[in-house]
Antibody, heavy 119, light 106 residues
Framework: DVQLVESGGDLVQPGGSLRLSCAASGFTFSTYWMTWVRQTPGKGLEWVASIKEDGSQKYYYVDSVKGRFTISRDNAKSSLYLQMNSLRAEDTAVYFC???????????WGQGTLVTVSS | DIQMTQSPSSLSASVGDRVTITCRTSQVISNLLNWYQQKPGKAPKLLVYSASSLQSGVPSRFSGSGSGTDFTLTISGLQPEDFATYYCQRSYGIPLFGGGTKVEIK
């Protein structure tokens, strides 16, 4: 069975950094695009970033995270990452990782990890 | 701005009812639209992709239709486990979710 387990969410002060991880199992990780989606009560579901199977292409879909967030992956470890720098209060959300079977269709999701940005 | 408009934002229904949720996009997207179900505290789950194709394992009471700018998710014979929030999502170009429709028990 496909399993995606996110970790790394925490309470962090504005301006701080966090690195989210997503450990994948039950499928051939290196053959899937992967995506991070976040959810807040106010803005709903937001598609944050996606990365190609080999990591050669990365796309960021939320203007406010461009230049601050970096998506990456380690196929040898079947892991997806989201490095988040210069965090702001509006980045507070539950962050989900998901497999993207294309085009832009998320067929498996992790349980999510909560990021809270507050002083 | 590209917009995804779901309606209604919430509805009350009874077990056995036929429920219809609509999603309208501000741009023609062919059939590149997906539907997800989310229960409280859980991740979204893919129900329908490419507007009308049922994801493996999803009960046949769920169906999707539409193309262009107007799409519909129908639940024929609402079951207790179907009370949840439903989201549409365009898979054409910039991926974007609708605002959600909460289906509650009447």
């Amino acid at each position: 069975d496909v399993q995606l387990v996110e970790s790394g969410g925490d309470l962090v002060q504005p301006g701080g950094s966090l690195r989210l991880s997503c450990a994948a199992s039950g499928f051939t990780f290196s053959t899937y695009w992967m995506t991070w989606v976040r959810q807040t009560p106010g803005k709903g579901l937001e598609w944050v970033a996606s990365i190609k199977e080999d990591g050669s292409q990365k796309y960021y879909y939320v203007d406010s995270v461009k230049g601050r967030f970096t998506i990456s992956r380690d196929n040898a470890k079947s892991s997806l990452y989201l490095q988040m720098n210069s965090l702001r209060a509006e980045d507070t959300a539950v962050y989900f990782c998901a497999t993207d079977r294309g085009p832009n269709t998320l067929d498996h999701w992790g349980q999510g990890t909560l990021v809270t940005v507050s002083s | 701005d590209i917009q995804m408009t779901q309606s209604p934002s919430s509805l009350s229904a009874s077990v056995g009812d036929r429920v219809t949720i609509t999603c309208r996009t501000s741009q023609v997207i062919s059939n590149l639209l997906n539907w997800y179900q989310q229960k409280p505290g859980k991740a979204p789950k893919l129900l329908v992709y490419s507007a009308s194709s049922l994801q493996s394992g999803v009960p046949s009471r769920f169906s999707g239709s539409g193309s262009g700018t107007d799409f519909t998710l129908t639940i024929s014979g609402l079951q207790p486990e179907d009370f949840a929030t439903y989201y549409c999502q365009r898979s054409y170009g910039i991926p974007l979710f609708g605002g959600g429709t909460k289906v509650e028990i009447k």
